[in-house]
């Protein structure tokens, strides 16, 4: 296995170095090494067998507008269907999917920054969203089971048959596919959208967030009133689970937003279907309701933005002002006249409180037209923070530079 990498590694950086590369960002252009050193002689092999590397990435990253002195480049451009996003403490990044049923360990093996190989270590899954990775185990969410690959760091190879950790969430397909995600008290936090646009809960564990034990027992729902959430993270001063959610289509071009929320205490109902943002009652579901009687978001997002994946900005890679924020990425819309997201935001935090919401990376969408769909941002270790991307099928890493 370690010498087969090795010439799958020399092949790709062989093929890298022979071929022009895509134009980066020039505000923040990363010093990038000169990899023909690491060519060990298997020259020949690689032009013989170029299917054995990564193809060159298409889309244009130069349309990518950043904040002055970051920059973008592709960490993979071969991820179909790319979506949530963990990243073990070996250095290997999972990568889930939804119509495509894979799910992918992207690889880098030479500490680049930019994948060599990616290995589909499980297919045939029921929209397999949701990944989290927990001593040596990765985590995989499908609509209905939770499934743990088991010392999968050492076995992308030879991938071991899943232990069923659960398999009795709701299997309706309808914001059936999940964001996982392990909390600072060990336990598996698994989402269960609403199985409609807009509709009473038909049961209890509907529009919620539940949790449970890494062996899958004891699970509990600690959050109500959630149409969609499909990513969230925890406070790193606080501890406190913050976790975006989709608003309801269907009520014209500017309304609901979509929504940034904080879970203050187990227990809080956020509205759904009831109340939208801050102050939308709900046409159908909202008569005689208020929306004080709900808890409110600390941030109203666009609407239609389609917001799905946060985290906290915990490293120092990037400027003071991004240091404890939250960055989203924001799929896009299309219950809209004129597309709106298809971009990263980012989300100042003061305290408990959402102070900003501003535009950190677009380009996605040039005028009407879409070439890219962020899903999910996820930090590395260095500070610098990968964004995922289902449509054009990539996964980008963002970089400070410098002024
Ligand atoms: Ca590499
Ligand atoms: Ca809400």
């Given at each position: 296995m370690i010498r087969a990498t090795i010439a799958t590694l020399s092949i790709a950086a062989v093929l890298t170095a022979g071929c022009p590369q895509q134009p980066e960002q020039s505000a923040a252009a990363e010093p990038e090494?000169?990899?023909?050193?690491?060519?060990?002689?298997?020259t020949q092999l690689a032009q013989a067998n170029p299917e054995n590397a990564l193809p060159e990435p298409t889309?244009?990253?130069?349309?990518i507008v950043l904040p002055d002195g970051f920059g973008i480049h592709y960490?993979?451009?071969?991820?179909?269907?790319?979506r949530s996003m963990t990243f073990s403490p070996g250095g290997i990044l999972y990568v889930g999917t939804r119509d495509e049923g894979n799910v992918y360990a992207v690889l880098d093996r030479d500490g680049?920054?930019?994948?060599?190989q990616v290995v589909t270590?499980?297919?045939?899954?029921?929209?397999?969203n949701g990944v989290a990775w927990r001593d040596g185990s990765l985590y995989v969410a499908e609509v209905s089971r939770i499934l743990r690959y088991d010392d999968i760091d050492n076995r992308l190879d030879n991938p071991p048959e899943?232990?069923?950790?659960?398999?009795?969430?709701?299997?309706?397909?309808?914001?059936g596919w999940k964001f996982i995600a392990f909390g600072p008290d060990g336990k598996l936090y698994v989402p269960v959208g609403a199985p409609?646009?807009?509709?009473?809960?038909?049961?209890?564990?509907?529009?919620s967030i539940t949790r449970i034990n890494?062996?899958?027992?004891?699970?509990?729902?600690?959050?109500?009133?959630?149409?969609?959430?499909?990513g969230f993270d925890w406070?790193?001063?606080?501890g406190e689970l913050w976790f975006t959610d989709n608003g309801r289509d269907?009520?014209?071009?500017?309304?609901?937003p979509d929504e940034l929320n904080?879970?203050?205490?187990?227990?809080?109902?956020?509205?759904y279907p009831y109340c939208h943002g801050r102050d939308v009652l709900d046409p159908?579901?909202?008569?005689?309701?208020?929306?004080?009687d709900f808890t409110l978001p600390e941030a109203a997002l666009g609407?239609?933005?389609?917001?799905l994946g946060m985290r906290f900005?915990?490293?120092?890679?990037?400027?003071?002002?991004?240091?404890g924020g939250v960055f989203i990425a924001e799929h896009g819309s299309?219950?809209?006249t004129n597309k709106i997201g298809y971009r990263v935001m980012y989300v100042p935090i003061q305290g408990s409180s959402a102070v900003d919401y501003e535009v950190?990376?677009?380009?996605?969408?040039?005028g009407e037209q879409n070439w890219g769909r962020p899903v999910d941002v996820q930090e590395l270790p260095d500070g610098s923070l990968l964004v995922s991307d289902d449509y054009a099928g990539a996964i980008y890493r963002i970089v400070y530079a410098g002024e």
């Amino acid at each position: 296995m370690i010498r087969a990498t090795i010439a799958t590694l020399s092949i790709a950086a062989v093929l890298t170095a022979g071929c022009p590369q895509q134009p980066e960002q020039s505000a923040a252009a990363e010093p990038e090494p000169v990899r023909i050193a690491q060519v060990d002689g298997d020259t020949q092999l690689a032009q013989a067998n170029p299917e054995n590397a990564l193809p060159e990435p298409t889309p244009p990253l130069d349309q990518i507008v950043l904040p002055d002195g970051f920059g973008i480049h592709y960490y993979a451009s071969d991820v179909p269907g790319a979506r949530s996003m963990t990243f073990s403490p070996g250095g290997i990044l999972y990568v889930g999917t939804r119509d495509e049923g894979n799910v992918y360990a992207v690889l880098d093996r030479d500490g680049d920054h930019r994948a060599e190989q990616v290995v589909t270590i499980a297919s045939g899954l029921r929209m397999p969203n949701g990944v989290a990775w927990r001593d040596g185990s990765l985590y995989v969410a499908e609509v209905s089971r939770i499934l743990r690959y088991d010392d999968i760091d050492n076995r992308l190879d030879n991938p071991p048959e899943p232990v069923v950790v659960r398999d009795d969430y709701p299997t309706d397909r309808a914001h059936g596919w999940k964001f996982i995600a392990f909390g600072p008290d060990g336990k598996l936090y698994v989402p269960v959208g609403a199985p409609c646009n807009i509709c009473e809960s038909p049961g209890e564990i509907y529009a919620s967030i539940t949790r449970i034990n890494a062996d899958g027992s004891n699970r509990e729902i600690i959050a109500r009133g959630i149409r969609n959430t499909v990513g969230f993270d925890w406070h790193p001063g606080t501890g406190e689970l913050w976790f975006t959610d989709n608003g309801r289509d269907g009520m014209g071009d500017n309304i609901p937003p979509d929504e940034l929320n904080r879970l203050s205490e187990e227990g809080l109902h956020f509205g759904y279907p009831y109340c939208h943002g801050r102050d939308v009652l709900d046409p159908q579901f909202g008569g005689g309701r208020s929306c004080d009687d709900f808890t409110l978001p600390e941030a109203a997002l666009g609407p239609h933005v389609a917001a799905l994946g946060m985290r906290f900005y915990r490293g120092d890679a990037f400027p003071e002002r991004y240091r404890g924020g939250v960055f989203i990425a924001e799929h896009g819309s299309w219950n809209r006249t004129n597309k709106i997201g298809y971009r990263v935001m980012y989300v100042p935090i003061q305290g408990s409180s959402a102070v900003d919401y501003e535009v950190f990376a677009q380009g996605w969408l040039q005028g009407e037209q879409n070439w890219g769909r962020p899903v999910d941002v996820q930090e590395l270790p260095d500070g610098s923070l990968l964004v995922s991307d289902d449509y054009a099928g990539a996964i980008y890493r963002i970089v400070y530079a410098g002024e």
